[in-house]
């Protein structure tokens, strides 16, 4: 096994004055790898994210993507490389149609967004894989709503649009599930698996559902009170008595 | 859209035929009021396509305005060269000023554009052997119009004017082609959501700064075309009472609609013309204008009446 991680942290953290919000995370994850990052509220699971996006740096540690330090890099430059995230509230281009939310990205990842004086609707390949995309995650019906107007979990996969039509390698996602009823949440799920499978991508999920986490993740890390907790198969971290202490204070894991 | 053509084509025919028809007073109205839409819709891409409310618009309107005059008291007498050097000294100031703008949005963004847009004014007052402080600085002579075989004075209104209209046009077209392009989606994804954007990939500070350098550019042209209708150019230009013209024209007009801070500049003015020939207190009659308009009409007049109209013809249709 002598595979480039996609990510590797190394004692990645980040605090506010004394406060550290999280501390002293390493991990690596395997390209083609499933897996998350579960723990209680205010673990900090969103702060890890945000540092390794480049929403903001790390105050130490150490980011790799694909072998190359991306550590305190701004979205802008990290992006392109190929590492994409979702957000926990839906972040999408509310008054832009469907399509035109998913032509944003493609229009960077093709280096287009500087074209000033082209009308846009001579772009026709990117229509085209516009319409790919969202044939993709299953909203192509919708593609000339404006994406304020379509249900909550059609929002969802909107934005799950936006970040595959980047080609992404590797993609965080921050509570996918969020928000979503019983039904929405199997459809994103079969998604994420199906999107593994046929296009490789790497996927990096944070979420509280742990029906979910155990639907998708081949690996899972258990953050708690901002240290690293536990890393292991779901079976290793269902039996692990740590887990069970910091979670449920002593009782069994859901599921 | 292709059947919307020859209602647009409406206002083009009127303003080719209005000299010919109207007093040559209104000639002159029409002049500034087309200057003024121009200005209106260079700080509507900023503010009604990338969501960045700029308050000192006049300062780059202004530079425009100097950049004319100062050229022509220096020896460049052609108009060849003057708006170009208009559009050039004013993208040339905005991208300078807009670098340490573009980091903040919102109310400190129009706060610091103020401030900056203020700064731009005092120089233009306070300089006088530069730009002959609070006189400003007349011009002796309007270059003509040289075109190969024709050579127009710009004395005569009815040149001046049509002119005015020609360059505007073309800025308005620029205009049309930008908010059409590749580019033009990205500004609207700026304003929609800068985080989204920028975790896609965009540098949104550069999205930004193009779209304010390009703002200040056209700004530029209008001040360059105003100055040479004015015959001069003064600080008053560049006071920040001229910055919140566009800003009321816009909100007038509609700044999500295209030709929205155009028509708003139309109503302002004519409504100007109509309320200072009854009466000096015009702000209290555009001020009890302007309130139920951002009330009753967030969307602007012309934003509105484009609403309802494509609300009737969808209703029609299916």
């Known amino acids: 096994m002598n595979v480039t991680p996609i990510l590797k942290i190394e004692n990645l953290g980040h605090a506010y004055g004394s406060f550290k919000v999280i501390d002293d995370i390493s991990l690596e994850i395997a390209p083609g ?72 990205p493609l229009l960077l990842h093709h280096r287009r967004a500087f ?62 599930t969020a928000g979503m009823n019983p039904e929405e949440t199997t459809r994103m799920i079969n998604l994420i698996k199906e999107l593994a499978a046929r296009f490789g991508t790497t996927f990096f999920l944070t979420e509280h559902d742990m029906k979910v ?32 202490e910091a979670y449920l204070g002593g009782g069994t894991l859901p599921c | 859209m292709k059947s919307k053509l020859p209602l647009s084509l409406l206002p083009l025919l009127f303003l080719i035929a209005a000299p010919f028809c109207l007093p040559t007073y209104w000639t002159f109205i029409l002049s500034e009021i087309l200057i003024m839409a121009l200005f209106a819709m260079s700080f509507n891409l900023l503010f009604g396509y990338s969501g960045l409310l700029s308050f000192g618009q006049a300062g780059f309107f202004g530079v425009g305005a100097y950049s004319a005059a100062l050229l022509l008291r220096h020896g460049g007498d052609s108009l060849w060269l003057l708006l170009p050097a208009g559009i050039a000294s004013a993208a040339l100031a905005a991208v300078v000023i807009g670098f340490l703008c573009v980091r903040r949005d919102e109310i400190y963004f129009a706060m610091i554009t103020l401030g900056f847009g203020m700064m731009l004014f005092s120089i233009a007052h306070n300089w006088t052997e530069l730009t002959g402080g609070s006189d400003g600085l007349p011009l002796a002579a309007i270059p003509p119009l040289r075109l190969p075989g024709l050579e127009l004075s710009l004395f005569d209104p009815r040149n001046m004017y049509f002119f005015i ?53 056209l700004a530029g042209l209008a001040g360059t075309l105003f100055c040479l209708f004015n015959s001069m150019a003064t600080p008053d230009f560049m006071h920040w009472s001229y910055s919140a013209k566009p800003v009321l024209m816009t909100v007038l007009g509609g700044a999500g609609n295209f030709f929205g801070p155009a028509f708003g500049a139309a109503v302002f003015f004519l409504l100007e013309q109509l309320i200072t020939s009854v009466t000096d207190n015009w702000m209290i009659f555009l001020g009890a204008i302007l309130i139920p308009v951002v009330i009753f009409f967030p969307r602007g007049i012309l934003g509105t009446l484009a609403g309802y109209y494509r609300e009737r013809r969808e209703k029609k249709q299916p």
């Open chain 1, 115 to 176: 074209s000033l004086l082209r009308p846009l609707q001579g772009e026709k390949r990117l229509y085209r894989q516009a319409d790919e995309v969202l044939e993709k995650v299953g909203i192509g019906a919708h593609a000339d709503r404006p994406a304020r107007e379509l249900a909550y979990g059609d929002q969802r996969l909107v934005e799950m649009a936006i970040v595959l039509a980047r080609e992404p390698k590797l993609v965080l996602l921050d509570e996918p």
């Open chain 2, 165 to 217: 209209l020609a360059v505007v046009a073309l800025g308005i077209f620029f205009l049309w082609r930008l908010v059409r392009s590749p580019f033009g989606l990205i500004l609207t994804a700026v304003r929609e959501n800068k985080e989204r954007l920028a975790f896609v990939g965009a540098d949104v500070r550069l999205v930004r700064l193009a779209a304010f350098t390009i703002a200040g550019g």
């Open chain 1, 213 to 244: 986490v155990f639907a998708i993740a081949s690996r899972i890390f258990v953050l708690h009170q901002g240290v690293l907790l536990a890393a292991g198969t779901p079976e290793e971290i269902r039996n692990d008595p740590r887990v069970r």
């Open chain 1, 33 to 104: 790898e499933l897996s998350a990052l579960i723990g209680p509220n205010g673990a900090g699971k969103t702060t890890f994210y945000n540092v390794v996006s480049g929403r903001f740096p790390p105050t130490r540690g150490r980011v790799f993507f694909a072998g190359r330090e991306i550590t305190g890099r701004p979205a802008h430059k990290v992006v392109p490389l190929g590492m994409l995230r979702s957000f926990q509230i839906t972040n999408i281009f509310p008054e832009l149609t469907v399509r035109e939310n998913v032509l944003v």
